[in-house]
C-alpha cells in the first residue's frame, strides 16, 4: 500500500494489479473480486505468434519481480517486472517493467511500463496493450467524455440476456429491461464512445455520493499508435476506463506491431495519469467534477515530459529536440499559401501518410497556425520523417529528408511547401478534404436503436446507420447530380451494400451525373479520397455500367469504421487517369460500385473531384 495522505493505492506484490484504490473515504473505488482476473486495475496485451491463424492470446501483464525504486518524502515509484522465459512459450517474447508512481500531494497516481524485445527472440504480433480499471460498480454510474458526451449510463446487468437483446455483433446490444428505466428501449455498445488521439485526453467516471470523480489523463500522444486521428476505446459500461496505446480498432491489420525473428525494439508507454477529484457538497453538479478534471488534464499537458519517471528509457526535457518551420500549399490557380491549422507530424521515416500504419516508433504531431508555422517540442532523440496534411487541400506532404532529433537540438526547417496533387482545373468536387465524411448525409437511426446522447451531437454514433441506406433507397441506388444535387442533403454517409432479406445484402452502384459542353482532347482525373475502407472493392466505370473498369481500388481495408460508428477509418487517395474518349458532350455518368456483398462491407468517402485536362 502506498499512501499519501491523500490516496490509498493498494498492488499486488509482485503482480502489480491494482487491488485497491480508497478515496474521499470510499474505501474501493475499483471493483475487485478475488476470484477474477479481469478485476480492478490491469495491464494486459493481445498479441500471437508470427504466421498464426489461432485465435489471438490475451494475458494479462504480471510481474515476477518487485522493486521499490523510489521511496523518499516527495515520491513513490514501484517497479513490477517480468523477464520472458524461452521455455514458457505461453506468453509473449517480452520483458516488461511496469511502474507505478505516487507523488506528494497528489490526488491520484502515474503508470508507465517499458516494453522490451531482445535481438535474439522469435518474432510476434503485438495487437494491443493497455491499462484496464474496472469501477466500482455501486459508486460510479455517470461517465463524461468530452464537454457534450456525457451520460448516466445502464449497469453491466442491463447487457445480460434476461435484460437486452443481442444486435450485429457481441459489443452491441438493445437494452428491454434495465434496471433504470431510463436506459429502457436504448443501444449499448461500447465502441460508441471512442475518440481520436488528439481528443482523448481526458475521460472517466462520476460517484454522486460523495461526489467523486475518477479520470483518466493522457498527457501526451507520443507514445499510441497511428498519430493524431487515430481511432480508439476510452471508456464504456462496467464502469470501464481504458488507457489504450496499441490497437489496431478502426485501422485494421495494418497496425499491429509485426516484430520479426531477432528484432530488437524497446518502447516507453506512458506516463498516464489517474486523476481523483471530489467536492465537499453533495449538490455539486457533475460539470463541477468534470471542469476540475479538464483543468487537471491542461496542467498535465503543460507538465509534459514529466520530471520525476525514474527509469532512464523515458527521455526528460533537457534531452529532448524540436522542430520548427513553416508549411506553404501550392494548388491550381493559387499562389502559395498558408498551410492554415495543417497537421504536421514527425514518425518513423516512410511514404507519404505512412504514418497511419506506424505502431512501432513515437509519433509528435502538432497544428499549425492560421499562417502555416509551426513548432514541435519536447521529441525523442532519434531519427525522423516530417509529416503534414492540410485540411481543405487533398494528398500528404513528407519532407524530402529525414530529421535527426539530438539532444537539447533546435531545428529551423524555414519555409516548406506542400505541392496538392493537381492535373488540371476542377470540373465538379463533392464533399470537402478532411479525412471524415462528417459532411455528408447522416441519417437518423431506427426508433428502437436510439442512443440518446447521439441525438443532437455526433449522429453518426448511431447504431445500425448502415441500414438505414436499404430504407432510404430500397430498389434504385443513389444518384448524385452535379449541380442539382447537395452533398449534405443527398450523398449517404456509407456507401454500403442493400438488404434484400434477412442475413441476405447485395453489392450498390452510385451514379454520379454531370454535363459537359465540350469535351477536350486529353487526360482527364478523377480524385478519389476515402475517409474509410472495410472488405471493400470500388471499381469506377465512365458512362457504361458493366465490362472492365477504369480502375478498381482491389479489395482493400479493414478498418470496420462503419460498424464501430466512426465517421473515418485510414485515409486513402486515388487518383484515377482518364481518356477524353470515354466522355461525352452533354450528360455523363460515372458508376461507382461497392462490388462486396457483406453486410459491413463498405466506404466512406472523403472527398471527389473530377479535374479538366490543361487547355
Same mark, same amino acid.
Given at each position: 500500500?502506498?499512501?499519501?495522505?491523500?490516496?490509498?493505492?493498494?498492488?499486488?506484490?509482485?503482480?502489480?494489479?491494482?487491488?485497491?484504490?480508497?478515496?474521499?473515504?470510499?474505501?474501493?473505488?475499483?471493483?475487485?473480486?478475488?476470484?477474477?482476473?479481469?478485476?480492478?486495475? +490491469?495491464?494486459?496485451?493481445?498479441?500471437?505468434?508470427?504466421?498464426?491463424?489461432?485465435?489471438?492470446?490475451?494475458?494479462?501483464?504480471?510481474?515476477?519481480?518487485?522493486?521499490?525504486?523510489?521511496?523518499?518524502?516527495?515520491? &513513490?515509484?514501484?517497479?513490477?517486472?517480468?523477464?520472458?522465459?524461452?521455455?514458457?512459450?505461453?506468453?509473449?517474447?517480452?520483458?516488461?517493467?511496469?511502474?507505478?508512481?505516487?507523488?506528494?500531494?497528489?490526488?491520484?497516481?502515474?503508470?508507465?511500463?517499458?516494453?522490451?524485445?531482445?535481438?535474439?527472440?522469435?518474432?510476434?504480433?503485438?495487437?494491443?496493450?493497455?491499462?484496464?480499471?474496472?469501477?466500482?460498480?455501486?459508486?460510479?454510474?455517470?461517465?463524461?467524455?468530452?464537454? +457534450?458526451?456525457?451520460?448516466?449510463?445502464?449497469?453491466?446487468?442491463?447487457?445480460?440476456?434476461?435484460?437486452?437483446?443481442?444486435?450485429?455483433?457481441?459489443?452491441?446490444?438493445?437494452?428491454?429491461?434495465?434496471?433504470?428505466?431510463?436506459?429502457?428501449?436504448?443501444?449499448?455498445?461500447?465502441?460508441?464512445?471512442?475518440?481520436?488521439?488528439?481528443?482523448?485526453?481526458?475521460?472517466?467516471?462520476?460517484?454522486?455520493?460523495?461526489?467523486?470523480?475518477?479520470?483518466?489523463?493522457?498527457?501526451?500522444?507520443?507514445?499510441?499508435?497511428?498519430?493524431?486521428?487515430?481511432?480508439?476505446?476510452?471508456?464504456?459500461?462496467?464502469?470501464?476506463?481504458?488507457?489504450?496505446?496499441?490497437?489496431?480498432?478502426?485501422?485494421?491489420?495494418?497496425?499491429?506491431?509485426?516484430?520479426?525473428?531477432?528484432?530488437?525494439?524497446?518502447?516507453?508507454?506512458?506516463?498516464?495519469?489517474?486523476?481523483?477529484?471530489?467536492?465537499?457538497?453533495?449538490?455539486?453538479?457533475?460539470?463541477?467534477?468534470?471542469?476540475?478534471?479538464?483543468?487537471?488534464?491542461?496542467?498535465?499537458?503543460?507538465?509534459?515530459? +514529466?520530471?520525476?519517471?525514474?527509469?532512464?528509457?523515458?527521455?526528460?526535457?533537457?534531452?529532448?529536440?524540436? &522542430?520548427?518551420?513553416?508549411?506553404? =500549399?501550392?494548388?491550381?490557380?493559387?499562389?502559395?499559401?498558408?498551410?492554415?491549422? *495543417?497537421?504536421?507530424?514527425?514518425?518513423?521515416?516512410?511514404?507519404?501518410?505512412?504514418?497511419?500504419?506506424?505502431?512501432?516508433? +513515437?509519433?509528435?504531431?502538432?497544428?499549425?497556425?492560421?499562417?502555416?508555422?509551426?513548432?514541435?517540442?519536447?521529441?525523442?532523440?532519434?531519427?525522423?520523417?516530417?509529416? *503534414?496534411?492540410?485540411?481543405?487541400?487533398?494528398?500528404?506532404?513528407?519532407?524530402?529528408?529525414?530529421?535527426?532529433?539530438?539532444?537539447?537540438?533546435?531545428?529551423?526547417?524555414?519555409?516548406?511547401?506542400?505541392?496538392?496533387?493537381?492535373?488540371?482545373?476542377?470540373?465538379?468536387?463533392?464533399?470537402?478534404?478532411?479525412?471524415?465524411?462528417?459532411?455528408?448525409?447522416?441519417?437518423?437511426?431506427?426508433?428502437?436503436?436510439?442512443?440518446?446522447?447521439?441525438?443532437?451531437?455526433?449522429?453518426?454514433?448511431?447504431?445500425?446507420?448502415?441500414?438505414?441506406?436499404?430504407?432510404?433507397?430500397?430498389?434504385?441506388?443513389?444518384?448524385?447530380? =452535379?449541380?442539382?444535387?447537395?452533398?449534405?442533403?443527398?450523398?449517404?454517409?456509407?456507401?454500403?451494400?442493400?438488404?434484400?432479406?434477412?442475413?441476405?445484402?447485395?453489392?450498390?452502384?452510385?451514379?454520379?451525373?454531370?454535363?459537359?459542353?465540350? &469535351?477536350?482532347?486529353?487526360?482527364?482525373?478523377?480524385?478519389?479520397?476515402?475517409?474509410?475502407?472495410?472488405?471493400?472493392?470500388?471499381? =469506377?466505370? &465512365?458512362?457504361?455500367?458493366?465490362?472492365?473498369?477504369?480502375?478498381?481500388?482491389?479489395?482493400?481495408?479493414?478498418?470496420?469504421?462503419?460498424?464501430?460508428?466512426?465517421?473515418?477509418?485510414?485515409?486513402?487517395?486515388?487518383?484515377?487517369?482518364?481518356?477524353?474518349?470515354?466522355?461525352?458532350?452533354?450528360?455523363?455518368?460515372?458508376?461507382?460500385?461497392?462490388?462486396?456483398?457483406?453486410?459491413?462491407?463498405?466506404?466512406?468517402?472523403?472527398?471527389?473531384?473530377?479535374?479538366?485536362?490543361?487547355?
Amino acid at each position: 500500500m502506498v499512501d499519501n495522505g491523500i490516496i490509498k493505492l493498494i498492488l499486488s506484490k509482485p503482480e502489480g494489479r491494482i487491488i485497491g484504490l480508497e478515496y474521499n473515504g470510499i474505501d474501493n473505488l475499483l471493483e475487485f473480486i478475488k476470484s477474477s482476473t479481469n478485476t480492478g486495475g +490491469y495491464w494486459d496485451l493481445n498479441w500471437n505468434t508470427l504466421g498464426s491463424k489461432k485465435d489471438v492470446i490475451v494475458d494479462l501483464i504480471d510481474g515476477k519481480e518487485f522493486e521499490v525504486i523510489v521511496n523518499n518524502v516527495n515520491q &513513490v515509484e514501484l517497479s513490477f517486472r517480468t523477464i520472458w522465459n524461452p521455455s514458457l512459450n505461453s506468453k509473449a517474447p517480452l520483458n516488461i517493467d511496469k511502474r507505478f508512481i505516487v507523488l506528494r500531494g497528489s490526488s491520484g497516481f502515474y503508470s508507465y511500463a517499458i516494453f522490451e524485445h531482445q535481438s535474439d527472440w522469435p518474432g510476434f504480433v503485438l495487437q494491443e496493450t493497455r491499462i484496464a480499471f474496472k469501477l466500482n460498480q455501486d459508486k460510479f454510474r455517470s461517465m463524461a467524455i468530452s464537454d +457534450y458526451r456525457q451520460r448516466d449510463m445502464p449497469l453491466p446487468e442491463d447487457r445480460n440476456r434476461a435484460r437486452s437483446i443481442a444486435l450485429a455483433y457481441p459489443e452491441a446490444v438493445r437494452i428491454t429491461k434495465p434496471i433504470d428505466s431510463k436506459c429502457k428501449g436504448e443501444v449499448d455498445d461500447k465502441y460508441q464512445y471512442s475518440a481520436d488521439n488528439e481528443d482523448s485526453k481526458v475521460h472517466g467516471w462520476i460517484c454522486p455520493d460523495p461526489p467523486t470523480g475518477f479520470w483518466l489523463i493522457t498527457p501526451s500522444n507520443e507514445f499510441r499508435t497511428g498519430g493524431p486521428t487515430k481511432q480508439d476505446l476510452t471508456s464504456h459500461v462496467g464502469p470501464t476506463t481504458l488507457a489504450m496505446f496499441v490497437s489496431n480498432h478502426y485501422a485494421g491489420e495494418g497496425l499491429n506491431l509485426n516484430f520479426g525473428n531477432g528484432e530488437y525494439w524497446k518502447k516507453v508507454f506512458g506516463p498516464v495519469f489517474v486523476y481523483l477529484n471530489s467536492s465537499p457538497s453533495k449538490f455539486s453538479t457533475k460539470k463541477t467534477l468534470w471542469n476540475d478534471a479538464k483543468i487537471m488534464m491542461e496542467n498535465e499537458v503543460k507538465s509534459w515530459p +514529466y520530471k520525476f519517471p525514474a527509469s532512464a528509457d523515458f527521455e526528460k526535457a533537457q534531452i529532448r529536440g524540436s &522542430v520548427s518551420g513553416r508549411l506553404m =500549399v501550392q494548388d491550381w490557380g493559387m499562389i502559395n499559401v498558408p498551410a492554415s491549422y *495543417a497537421y504536421v507530424g514527425l514518425a518513423k521515416p516512410g511514404l507519404p501518410g505512412s504514418w497511419q500504419k506506424e505502431s512501432k516508433g +513515437y509519433q509528435f504531431w502538432t497544428r499549425a497556425d492560421g499562417n502555416g508555422s509551426f513548432i514541435i517540442n519536447n521529441v525523442r532523440s532519434g531519427v525522423y520523417g516530417l509529416f *503534414a496534411w492540410v485540411p481543405s487541400f487533398i494528398g500528404d506532404f513528407v519532407h524530402d529528408s529525414n530529421i535527426t532529433i539530438t539532444p537539447g537540438g533546435k531545428i529551423e526547417l524555414g519555409t516548406l511547401l506542400h505541392k496538392a496533387p493537381r492535373a488540371g482545373p476542377t470540373l465538379w468536387e463533392i464533399g470537402v478534404p478532411d479525412r471524415t465524411a462528417s459532411e455528408f448525409f447522416v441519417p437518423d437511426p431506427k426508433p428502437d436503436y436510439v442512443n440518446k446522447l447521439y441525438i443532437k451531437h455526433d449522429r453518426f454514433r448511431q447504431y445500425g446507420l448502415w441500414d438505414r441506406y436499404t430504407d432510404l433507397y430500397p430498389n434504385e441506388d443513389l444518384v448524385y447530380k =452535379v449541380g442539382l444535387s447537395v452533398y449534405k442533403r443527398d450523398w449517404f454517409f456509407a456507401h454500403v451494400t442493400r438488404r434484400i432479406g434477412v442475413g441476405l445484402y447485395i453489392p450498390t452502384t452510385w451514379k454520379i451525373q454531370f454535363n459537359l459542353s465540350n &469535351v477536350i482532347d486529353g487526360l482527364y482525373t478523377l480524385r478519389i479520397a476515402l475517409a474509410s475502407t472495410h472488405n471493400s472493392e470500388l471499381q =469506377v466505370r &465512365v458512362n457504361m455500367e458493366g465490362g472492365n473498369p477504369q480502375f478498381t481500388t482491389n479489395k482493400i481495408g479493414k478498418d470496420n469504421a462503419i460498424a464501430r460508428h466512426g465517421i473515418h477509418g485510414l485515409h486513402n487517395l486515388f487518383n484515377v487517369t482518364i481518356s477524353s474518349n470515354f466522355f461525352n458532350q452533354g450528360l455523363n455518368t460515372i458508376y461507382f460500385t461497392q462490388t462486396q456483398s457483406d453486410v459491413f462491407s463498405g466506404i466512406m468517402y472523403d472527398y471527389i473531384r473530377l479535374e479538366g485536362p490543361f487547355i
